[in-house]
């Protein structure tokens, strides 16, 4: 009765709407970790799916590393959403309409381990 609560039902992909590979239900999502970094508040957002489990007559073990996991992840993805500004100071700047900045050489892709 717990994953029927949780799974909700099934879906299917139609020739208008294509599902990602090996997304067969509606309430998959809610058991990805990384699906709760894009709510307003991640961790009352997990705690709350504990709670529907409950709800629905299960008791969820977690393990304890996965709310760790959770608030590392939700901290490295605010650095990773955050804009980026770069600030040039040049002298007599301010008086121009416009400033057209050009890269002394490519930097590549970034990536991180």
Do not use: C
């Not at 992909?13 to 709760?36: C, I, M, W």
């Not at 040049?90 to 490519?106: D, E, Q, V």
Request: charged share 25%; no cysteine.
């Amino acid at each position: 009765m717990v994953a029927n609560a949780v799974l909700d039902k099934r879906i299917f992909s139609t020739e208008h709407h294509r599902l990602p590979k090996g997304v067969q239900f509606n309430g998959q999502g809610k058991l990805d970790v990384e699906a709760y970094l894009l709510q307003d508040e991640p961790v009352a957002a997990f705690k709350g799916f504990m709670e529907a489990i409950r709800a629905a007559g299960g008791e969820p073990v977690v393990h304890p590393g996965v709310l760790e996991t959770l608030e590392r992840k939700i901290r490295r993805h605010k650095m990773d959403v955050m804009a980026l500004k770069h600030t040039i100071y040049t002298k007599g700047a301010s008086s121009m309409a416009s400033i057209i900045g050009l890269a002394k050489r490519a930097l590549g892709s970034w990536w991180r381990p």
